[in-house]
């Protein structure tokens, strides 16, 4: 069998990934400046990591010098709209439901890239899965993956933007796919409807006003008032901008893969959490993402819903 992009793809459906697409491995000077702009801004709020390892982000070269080509995966991870919110209960984001993607997607791409090199065994690969130093949604975007929308986060026509990026850097070169053209139009509802103004301007996020910033990332003692005020639902991320995108009203769909349904998490008991042991947290969360923000966090976290 000979290694083509068709054969990639029908392999790469069969192991359940929504959308595979393929991209020359440059930066583009604009999506650099950009970047150190937002940095700059302090817009990455106390998010240390993003400014890590700069020159392998700005360069692809600097993280794998053989790299000729740039696959780029979507995983559909949608497990269906929020139910409504009982009192006591705080919302967790869809992304966070299930089995933690960065496990999940990284076995897949794992075993799509082991089944490449039975073909190409010369095929040399690195895998990312929002876990390096890798502009994942330019790549997302540059390949044809989907564009950027007005809320920062990469759509699919086919399926919106509950997906999952994924990225194999290789040293086979592989024909560059088309970029597609960006069809937000004259919507703008994620930018009026975010809860706390977090979208500054299209496509810029200030994280120090964004709700999953503040329940995701931040390691302070309190989310500030200014924020939690605002945010009457929101456990765990928070899904406000892609929920009202009519991309995602319209078009998505129940994801296949079964590690990323969890009803049990689509909204937490409050009172619950505020109670709970670090060895219980550790048991029920050992799986997830929503371990990211240990249970100090979540804790904070429902005690500023219940406030609110
Ligand atoms: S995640 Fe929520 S708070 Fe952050 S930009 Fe989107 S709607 Fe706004
Ligand atoms: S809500 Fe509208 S403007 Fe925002 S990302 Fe979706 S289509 Fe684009």
Same mark, same amino acid.
């Given at each position: ?208 006003? #964004? ?7 931040? =390691?302070? /003692? %309190? *989310?500030?008032?200014?924020? $939690?005020?605002? &945010?009457? @639902? ?6 406000? #901008? ?7 009203? =319209?078009? /998505? %769909? *129940?994801?296949?893969?079964? $590690?990323?349904? &969890?009803? @049990? ?18 048991? %029920? ?24």
């Amino acid at each position: 069998m000979n290694l083509d992009k068709l054969i990639i793809q029908q392999k790469a459906k069969e192991l359940g990934i929504s959308e595979i697409k393929f991209t020359t491995p440059f930066v583009d000077v604009q999506t650099i400046q950009n970047y150190e702009i937002w940095l700059n801004k302090g817009f990455a709020a106390e998010m240390e990591y993003l400014k890590n390892n700069f020159e392998k982000r700005a360069n692809p070269l600097n993280l794998m010098p053989e790299v000729k080509s740039v696959i780029v995966c979507a995983l559909n991870y949608f497990p269906g709209k929020h139910q409504e919110l009982q009192k006591g209960y705080g919302k967790i984001s869809k992304y966070a439901q299930g089995e933690d993607y960065h496990d999940v997607f990284k076995n897949i791409l794992k075993e799509l890239t082991g089944w490449i090199k039975t073909i190409e065994p010369n095929f040399e690969y690195y895998i990312s899965v929002d876990s390096s130093a890798v502009f994942e949604k330019y790549f997302a975007e540059k390949s044809g993956i989907g564009w950027q929308g007005k809320n920062g986060i990469i759509i699919n026509p086919e399926i919106g933007s509950f997906i999952f990026l994924g990225v194999v850097f290789s040293n086979i070169e592989f024909e560059a796919d088309s970029t597609l053209p960006d069809l937000c139009g004259t919507c703008v509802k994620c930018l009026e409807q975010c809860p706390t103004q977090a979208i500054i301007q299209p496509k810029v996020i200030d994280a120090n006003k #964004c709700i999953s910033y503040w329940t995701i990332e931040s =390691k302070a /003692a %309190k *989310i500030p008032v200014e924020i $939690s005020e605002k &945010n009457t @639902e929101w456990l765990y991320g928070c899904d406000v #901008c892609q929920d009202v995108c009519p991309w995602n009203e =319209k078009n /998505a %769909k *129940i994801t296949k893969i079964r $590690s990323f349904l &969890n009803p @049990e998490n689509f909204a937490l008991e409050l009172e619950t959490l505020m109670q709970m042991e670090q060895e219980e947290f550790s048991r %029920k969360f050992a799986k997830s993402a929503i371990k990211r923000a240990k249970l100090t966090g979540l804790k904070r976290n429902a005690e500023g819903l219940v406030k609110s």
